[in-house]
């Protein structure tokens, strides 16, 4: 996708990804989504990019570097994404992830994590066309009453 720019992720693009959030999941952006936006562009280490054309915002994935915990190292974790459904199918998606990859690449750090739901065919079929696999963890849920 030649005309698209991939940026490091600002603060003042909340409103934006949220207007992608919302054309994904056809709901609300609820009050925390500034506030998960803003905090993934406060530090030098967040790996949070967006695709931008024409000096609209059509595409992110926050990431966030996280130092070992549960027996792993340092690694990228993957947390959140999406691509305007227009735009869908013309690579900002792969663009997007290949951002995160360097940035991972020039801090040092080897392993990228994300967390598919399984019957999220469209999802696990993109992160495989990533070559990303299943990893040594295993998801668990605890729902409180």
Do not use: H
Not at 4 to 25: F, K, P, S, V
Request: proline letters at 1%; one cysteine or more.
């Amino acid at each position: 996708m030649d005309d698209a720019l991939i940026r490091r992720m600002q603060a003042t693009d909340w409103e934006e990804i949220g207007n992608i959030y919302t054309a994904i999941t056809q709901e609300a952006v609820q009050d925390e989504f500034k506030r998960i936006v803003e905090k993934s562009t406060q530090s030098e280490t967040d790996a949070s990019f967006v695709a931008e054309i024409d000096g609209v915002v059509v595409g992110y994935m926050i990431g966030s570097v996280l130092n070992g915990g549960f027996g792993i190292q340092k690694a990228v974790w993957i947390t959140m994404f999406g691509v305007n459904p227009q735009c869908m199918g013309r690579g900002l998606g792969r663009n997007l992830a290949n951002a995160i990859f360097e940035f991972s690449k020039e801090i040092g750090i080897k392993n990228i994590y994300t967390s598919v739901r399984w019957d999220s065919s469209d999802l696990l079929s993109f992160f495989k066309t990533l070559d990303f696999g299943r990893s040594e963890f295993i998801n668990l849920t605890k729902v409180l009453e």
